[in-house]
Every structure is written in C-alpha cells, then in structure tokens.
C-alpha cells in the first residue's frame, strides 16, 4: 500500500497534479493536496493531508470501482489535475 510519503514525492517530481488521493476501504480514504500553484521559482511546497470519510465524487467512483470488481485497497493513486488554460489566439 501507498504511504503519505510516496503520495507527496509523486507530487513533487509532476507539479501538474494538485490532488492524490488513496482508496483504503469503500468508506476511507486518504487525500494529499497541494496549497497554491506551484510555480518554477518556487523552493517550497505545502501540502494538505486530509483523512476520512469520502466526498460525493469518490462516492461514485468507488460505486464503479466496486461495480468492476476492483478488491480495496485501490492500489493505484488517482489523480487529479490543475486545468490547462487555453491560449488566447
């Protein structure tokens, strides 16, 4: 299983990913979220670990991870992103 640590250096070598979070059984999970954007000039790094009861959008997607027969924990991190901005042509 993933530990807070490699949850967080994962964060650290892709700056794309704002939040990780860890499915440990169908009613917890583990969430790392980064504080700001993070920013090449930056030296430091704040991260929030939150621990608990899922949200309405890990709800479903532990519904469909259960539907597909996936056996918790979930071994693999999900991801979420910072939105890409378009480009003003």
């Given at each position: 299983?993933?530990?807070?640590?490699?949850?967080?250096?994962?964060?650290?070598?892709?700056?794309?990913?704002?939040?990780?979070?860890?499915?440990?059984?169908p009613?917890?999970?583990v969430?790392?979220?980064?504080?700001?954007?993070?920013?090449?000039?930056?030296?430091?790094?704040?991260?929030?670990v939150?621990?608990?009861?899922?949200?309405?959008?890990?709800?479903?997607?532990?519904?469909?991870?259960?539907?597909?027969?996936?056996?918790?924990?979930?071994?693999?991190?999900?991801?979420?992103?910072?939105?890409?901005?378009?480009?003003?042509?």
């Amino acid at each position: 299983m993933q530990s807070i640590d490699g949850m967080i250096n994962v964060m650290l070598g892709d700056s794309t990913i704002h939040t990780t979070t860890l499915f440990v059984e169908p009613k917890w999970i583990v969430r790392v979220t980064r504080q700001g954007k993070p920013d090449r000039r930056d030296r430091r790094a704040t991260f929030l670990v939150t621990e608990g009861v899922p949200n309405c959008d890990a709800q479903k997607f532990i519904k469909q991870a259960q539907r597909a027969g996936e056996p918790f924990p979930i071994k693999k991190l999900q991801y979420r992103f910072y939105p890409v901005l378009k480009k003003a042509a």
